[in-house]
């Protein structure tokens, strides 16, 4: 998309005002999405994705109100803010989005809101890698070159998200530097371990391609040496064709896939077809674009979620 375009953002303007009231509507008749507004001794961090909230809280502790913009269990990328999540957005002294993309509606948002919020793209602090969906023998020319949003699916990346929480938080605070380094420090640490156990873990398996629903998984892919096909694109509201359906059951069929993944927060239907037509068999990958209710309540994180992922990653591809 041409960004400086003026033609495409008076469009994305007028895209924005457009979804802006039709949430506003829809929100004053339904009575389960209810945002609490925000008001905080402490200065309020708004961010939008769940690991940004959980490397936000690592290293903030109790210093900040920090507060996460997308409802639990939602698909975060069919998320839009309401008016009442404007409202406690520019109340905040910073706001973070993933950005490469993920938020579509955080580039207009940014440049509406007082001056007294500092925004922070993230993607910008972490190392991006372009969407390679499909594999090479049916890739289709769109979402080619792209990039992927689905960043803190790197191990290295959330440890350059914490580091760069560290850096914003120690400017807004600066008498909190210390506390900030050693909180960062002691996440960072267990992020290392489970890197660590990644690189152990998928070393040596009997296959490794990894076939998913939604193109979430090309960082972890990338960072382990698997090979990633997925089934619809970068953004979870896209429709595959019947001609990407046959080819990837082909291709299960031929490589002899154990597996194909799906995210829980997110249609599966495509992948149990495929599961079906092609005799393997369909479990669930969490991307942590954003977690349930339940795995909050019952303390999962960005490492137990990842550590669980990684038992079905090794189970599928027959590692040891
Ligand atoms: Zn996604």
Redesign the pocket.
């Known amino acids: 998309m041409c960004t400086s375009c003026p033609k495409q953002k008076k469009l994305l303007a007028y895209l924005f005002a457009f979804s802006v009231s039709f949430i506003a509507f829809y929100f004053a008749f339904s009575p389960k999405e209810q945002v609490t507004p925000l008001s905080s001794a402490k200065p309020i961090v708004s961010v939008s994705t769940f690991t940004l909230y959980e490397a936000a809280r690592a290293v903030a502790g109790e210093t900040l109100q920090v507060s996460s913009i997308i409802p639990l269990g939602s698909d ?2 069919a998320f839009s803010p309401s008016p009442s999540h404007v409202a406690n957005i520019s109340k905040s002294a910073l706001f973070i989005y993933s950005g490469a993309g ?1 938020e579509r509606w955080a580039e207009p948002l940014k440049n509406s809101l007082p001056h007294t919020v500092k925004v922070i793209d993230m993607s910008t602090h972490v190392t991006l890698i372009k969407s390679e969906k499909g594999s090479d023998e049916h890739h289709d020319d769109h979402d080619h070159g792209v990039d992927d ?2 960043y803190w699916l790197d191990i290295d990346n959330m440890i350059r998200m914490t580091q760069a929480m560290e850096e914003e938080f120690s400017k807004l605070i600066p008498s909190n530097a210390p506390l900030y380094h050693a909180n960062a420090a002691v996440y960072i640490t267990k992020l290392e371990q489970l890197k660590s156990d990644y690189a152990t873990g998928l070393k040596e398996c009997k296959n490794r391609t990894l076939v998913t629903n ?3 998984f090309g960082y972890l892919a990338h960072a382990n040496h698997l090979k990633n096909i997925s089934v619809i694109g ?3 509201d896209e429709q595959p064709s019947a001609k990407t359906i046959s080819e990837v059951i082909t291709l299960v069929k031929k490589e002899g896939i154990k597996t194909i993944f799906f995210e829980e927060l997110i249609s599966d239907n495509v992948a149990q077809t495929i599961a079906r037509e092609s005799g393997a068999g369909a479990k669930s990958l969490q ?1 942590l ?1 954003n977690i349930s209710e339940e795995e909050l309540k019952s303390h999962q994180t960005y490492e137990s979620i990842m550590r669980d992922n990684l038992t079905k990653l090794s189970e599928a591809m027959e590692c040891r």
Do not use: Q, Y
Request: aromatic residues 8%.
């Open positions: 975060a990328h993920f949003p689905h939604h193109d979430a970068l953004s979870s991307p674009e």
